[in-house]
């Protein structure tokens, strides 16, 4: 480990001064795309704490006695999942076709690179379409988001979830934008580098939240065991 | 805007990017410093209301009933608005976006934040939350008197002062600060990590980083807590959820909720809470390590430990939160679990006050405004940290909970305490931000008024907690075990704190005078070793290094350094400029 390696430097030394000037530890212009990734993989622990707190509560929520599971008896709306097997699609398609505009934009085929952004934001904005789809079904078949907490936590949970895509896409946009302005590729590499990252993080989030959500009472109370709640 | 201008100066002198307008100078701003100063001035000028509102309070407190427009349920708005404006946005909002702001990038040898637009939008939105925050004051029903704690169910239930819409502008007042805090805390962090000059190794970095940097990281893993916590409560208030709120009956009706946790909340919260104490404090330890050692003319005593101490009372910080919960019921055995992490979090907190005091024996204690302030930090902070130790144990906690002991506590140990590091931050660093000093009379005086008023203030009200007068009271009423004389106290203390908050003053107008007619300070004027005083203009302007920007060779901690001329070498100095140093020591000694 590197940093307890750092942290037992004694800088006060006269010999650190010396070891310095042999290695030239620090490279004097700012890296920007390091700088971008170090900002993104610190925004990415900070969504993980959020979601993490929040199935930490909804964990302990499942085991209180009011507690309705969305699944697990046929009338219940996830027993049968399709509708969310579809969107998870849509977000697995974009997820994938992010890396190949990259791929493109590596290659500087200009074309390509329009397709797969078109498609990327269609696909996500079909996840999104698609989520909005499921929530006006269960507000018609009477699952509002007061009736019961498992209907709570899932607007609550997907909605959250929905939000960190929407900025995505704003994102994603603006890097489109740069892109029809310069026409640089290897700016735009660069980028979607970071953008893909913060896709697949999505997708990841969005299958255990699909898990969770999806899981029926016995499913709850055995992770509830197993976490000691 | 075009992409030269969002980047800045971040890595490289461009010319064409330093603004010209007094719009994009000191509006829209993405220079670090202007931002740091519109941070300070708005997290100050908020400061100033909650200053006022604990004067509101503590005039009800010394002289009940004399006052018509304070009442029972105003009182409480005051205590609830005061709490959180001081710990969030004042002490946050000033410790990290202002100083933070102000010295990261100069202390570390670069140009400006990595992404200085962020840092733009970070501080217009600090100030929308502020707004939505304020505006609470002007709608029906007022601001939400819940207690800074917000605890539910009585935040949002009928017969809580400001339960309409109060709650709801704080609760999203919050959630709107903590976007803002992202913002910047991702900046602040990655600045760090990727902008250092070259030579700026993570161990050569001055305290003040460390400190600013370990906060910063804990501020972007607790923060998530307190949006969690507000979102859900938002949800429970507007949409009739219920992750927080029980089965209940109010005013004699029954509620739609079931089935949701209260202590719930208090859990999330205090993941939250604690830290907080952190995000505020260790920024503190920080800079008041670097205003000891430049004015005791002295390496800091134990750099690495201080170091050591300030990531593991960062990391110990997120274990301990449930030691503000010892009433809730908890079981017992977590009881004993969080009084023992909270004892440990001691043993680094010691060190480092050992190591302050090391670094002050035998040094050359230039007993400057600052150097005075950094001191009293030292008194009012060990006091404040023994009795945390009190409160830590399960035991103690228990009967003084809820009481006056708790409140001298904690503003003993997290609002006097970074108050008085913000000082001696604001008279050491004043001539870098304005090339001007701060006048020392009034200083001193300011000093003096402070530190022994706040402890006229919050001495006696370690007392009053043993006697068990309860907090957050709006009067104390007829009570066997409350004598006379506890009231006679209470009056002492509110005329204490009445001198303190006009003392104050005293300090805002030193600030504005000194801004324009202080006495000039030349470069460097207390003969400081780290970066932020080695700029090629004084104060340093847009960009920070002119053509070129500087390489770190040393440490930041080279003080009384023998047969050196003015006795330091500043951290950017070649061993050829320091032997220089040297020959210039013995031709001065020849001549004598």
């Known amino acids: 480990m590197q940093i307890f390696k750092t942290l037992q430097i004694k800088p006060w030394l006269p010999q650190e001064l010396e070891q310095e000037q042999e290695t030239n530890l620090f490279p004097s212009v700012l890296n920007r795309d390091k700088a971008a990734t170090t900002a993104l993989k610190f925004f990415l622990a900070v969504v993980s704490v959020i979601f993490l707190l929040f199935t930490i509560t909804f964990l302990q929520r499942t085991q209180s006695f009011d507690f309705q599971a969305l699944s697990g008896e046929p009338w219940l709306p996830f027993t049968n999942a399709d509708i969310l097997l579809q969107n998870s699609t849509y977000l697995l398609v974009a997820s994938i076709s992010i890396i190949l505009a990259r791929k493109f934009a590596e290659l500087e085929n200009f074309k390509g690179v329009i397709i797969l952004l078109t498609a990327t934001s269609l696909f996500t904005l079909l996840f999104i379409g698609g989520q909005v789809q499921v929530w006006q079904q269960l507000n018609q078949s009477g699952f509002y988001i007061y009736a019961n907490p498992a209907n709570s936590y899932y607007f609550l949970l997907t909605g959250m979830h929905a939000l960190h895509i929407i900025a995505g896409v704003l994102v994603f946009i603006r890097c489109i934008w740069h892109f029809l302005l310069d026409l640089s590729y290897q700016r735009l590499a660069s980028r979607l580098k970071l953008c893909a990252l913060y896709w697949h993080f999505l997708l990841f989030i969005w299958l255990f939240l699909f898990f969770l959500l999806t899981s029926d009472t016995e499913t709850f109370k055995t992770i509830a065991l197993f976490c000691g709640f | ?109 670069a140009r400006d934040m990595v992404f200085p637009y962020l840092n733009m939008l970070s501080y217009w939105t ?141 859990h999330l919260f205090w993941f939250f809470g604690h830290p907080e104490v952190y995000i505020v404090a260790l920024p503190a330890f920080g800079m008041v390590s670097d205003v000891i ?33 010892y009433v809730s019921g908890m079981n017992p055995y977590f009881g004993f679990f969080f009084a023992t992490t909270t ?66 506590h904690f503003h003993m140990v997290m609002g006097v305490s970074p108050i008085m590091v913000l000082f001696a931050a604001i008279y050491h660093w004043f001539p870098l931000f304005t090339g001007r000093f701060l006048n020392n009379k009034l200083g001193k005086f300011h000093f003096w008024g402070t530190f022994l008023g706040t402890y006229a203030i919050y001495l006696p009200m370690h007392y009053l907690g043993f006697l068990g007068v309860p907090r957050r009271y709006f009067a104390m009423g007829e009570t066997d075990f409350i004598p006379e004389s506890a009231q006679t106290l209470n009056a002492g203390i509110t005329v204490s704190a009445i001198i303190v908050g006009l003392v104050q003053l005293i300090f805002i107008a030193n600030v504005i005078w000194s801004t324009f007619k202080g006495k000039k300070s030349g470069r460097n004027p207390w003969q400081a070793t780290s970066l932020e005083w080695q700029t090629a203009q004084f104060p340093p302007g847009h960009g920070n290094w002119g053509e070129k920007v500087p390489q770190v060779h040393r440490w930041a901690y080279d003080y009384s350094v023998p047969q050196v001329k003015d006795d330091f070498i500043p951290q950017n100095f070649s061993p050829e400029e320091v032997e220089y140093l040297v020959s210039e020591q013995n031709n001065t000694q020849e001549k004598k």
């Open chain 2, 1 to 109: 805007m075009t992409e030269m201008e969002n980047i800045a100066i971040a890595d490289q002198v461009d010319h064409s990017s330093h603004p010209n307008t007094f719009l994009t100078k000191y509006v829209w701003s993405q220079d670090h410093k202007v931002i740091a100063i519109q941070y300070s001035i708005t997290a100050i000028a908020v400061g100033l209301i909650a200053l006022i509102l604990s004067g509101i309070m503590r005039l009800q407190l010394g002289f009940p009933n004399e006052f018509s427009f304070i009442d029972p349920s105003s009182y409480l708005q005051f205590v609830t608005m005061h709490g959180m404006i001081m710990v969030i946005y004042l002490l946050t909002a000033l410790l990290l976006g202002g100083f933070g702001n102000y010295l990261i990038p100069l202390m570390i040898g």
């Open chain 2, 126 to 266: 600090y100030l929308l939350s502020v707004m939505v925050l304020v505006s609470s004051f002007f709608v029906s029903g007022g601001p939400t008197g819940a207690g800074w704690t917000l605890y539910p169910p009585q935040a949002i239930l009928s017969g809580t002062p400001g339960a309409d819409a109060g709650i709801l502008l704080m609760l999203i007042s919050l959630v709107i600060f903590i976007v803002a805090f992202t913002m910047g805390g991702l900046n602040y962090v990655s600045t760090i990590l990727q902008a250092r000059a070259k030579g700026m190794t993570l161990m050569r970095m001055p305290l003040t980083i460390w400190g600013i940097f370990v906060a910063t990281i804990l501020g972007l893993l607790a923060f998530p807590a307190l949006l969690v916590s507000a979102i859900m409560m938002i949800f429970d208030k507007v949409v009739g959820t219920s992750f927080f709120m029980p089965a209940i009956l109010s005013l004699g009706e029954t509620l739609d909720h079931s089935g949701g946790s209260p202590i719930l909340f208090q």
């Open chain 2, 293 to 325: 050692a430049v004015h005791a003319r002295k390496n800091i005593f134990g750099y690495r430990m201080m170091v050591w101490a300030i990531i593991a009372i960062g990391g110990l910080s997120f274990v301990v939160w449930a030691h503000h919960m």
């Open chain 2, 343 to 408: 004892l440990i979090i001691a043993i680094p907190t010691a060190l480092k006050v050992y190591n302050w005091l090391l670094t002050l024996w035998r040094g050359n204690i230039h007993l400057t405004v600052p150097m005075l302030f950094a001191i009293g930090f030292i008194f009012t902070f060990t006091h404040g940290g023994l009795t945390g130790l009190m409160l830590g144990n399960v035991i103690i906690d228990l009967p003084l909970s809820d009481t006056y002991f708790v409140v001298a």
